[in-house]
């Protein structure tokens, strides 16, 4: 239901801007918490950055946040990361997730997300 892209091949110091869709007759992005994830070969999935069912964003505290940044358009249902100056160590898979909890903050917590899309790599070479 959800589908990510943007991702690729770049060498350190690039840009990408990932994105993430479903159509609005799924779910509308304005109604869920949603989560940027990702997972390095072997390692765990971690939280990235989450932005809630009313647009507030929350940062995992290990994002920097002067090169990463999550945004949306509710119109057209569409999540987004920004990521900026990329390193190797940027280099994973990146997943969007939406979770269906109430309250007001997206949650950091993968187990906290039910729809997750496939996944888009993100290679960074040095």
């Known amino acids: 239901q959800l589908v990510e892209s943007g991702g690729g091949l770049v060498q350190a110091g690039a840009s990408l801007r990932l994105a993430c869709h479903t159509p609005?007759?799924?779910?509308?992005?304005?109604?869920?918490?949603m989560g940027w994830f990702r997972q390095a070969l072997g390692e765990e999935r971690l939280f990235v950055a989450g932005?809630?069912?009313?647009?507030?964003?929350?940062y995992a505290g290990t994002t920097d946040k002067r090169r990463f940044t999550i945004s949306r358009d509710v119109a057209s249902n569409n999540l987004y990361l920004e990521m900026n100056n990329l390193n190797p160590e940027d280099t994973a898979v990146y997943f969007c997730?939406?979770?269906?909890?109430?309250?007001?903050?997206?949650?950091?917590?993968?187990?906290?997300?039910?729809?997750w899309g496939q996944g888009t790599q993100v290679t960074v070479g040095s």
């Open positions: 997730a939406a979770s269906v909890l109430g309250g007001t903050r997206a949650p950091t917590s993968a187990q906290d997300y039910i729809y």
């Open positions: 609005p007759d799924t779910f509308s992005f304005s109604a869920h918490h």
């Open positions: 932005i809630s069912w009313i647009g507030d964003p929350i």
